[in-house]
């Protein structure tokens, strides 16, 4: 009887599980699919802009110099500077997690 009951809750975990997983695949996929098309335009943005920059004699420097501009001004825009403070947090959270999972502890002398 109790085997019964434990398959019975692994079957209705599993079935949760496999549910959660394609719901969220669901809602997410047209968002990975959304980020793919404007990573794929920014990258055709950058080549048409590096291959104008170097037929103008442009120097090496001085595009390095501007495309070192773009990607600090790039990184201080509100979005970019707001994902990256929810990875530092989940960062955070999974050192935290994984260190109450191995349970170091610190020695006190």
């Avoid at 009951?5 to 996929?29: D, E, K, P, S």
């Avoid at 001004?73 to 990875?87: G, Q, R």
């Avoid at 955070?92 to 006190?108: D, H, I, M, N, V």
């Amino acid at each position: 009887m109790r085997w019964r009951r434990r398959r019975w809750r692994l079957a209705l975990g599993g079935a949760g599980t496999a549910t959660t997983i394609g719901v969220a695949g669901y809602l997410l996929l047209p968002l990975a699919v959304q980020a793919f098309v404007e990573l794929l335009g920014l990258f055709l943005h950058a080549a048409v802009w590096l291959a104008s920059a170097l037929s103008s004699g442009t120097d090496a420097w001085t595009i390095a110099g501007t495309v070192g501009r773009a990607v600090g001004n790039a990184f201080m825009s509100t979005e970019a500077l707001a994902v990256m403070a929810v990875l530092v947090l989940v960062g955070a959270l999974a050192l935290y997690a994984l260190q109450r999972l191995l349970g170091f502890e610190e020695e006190s002398q």
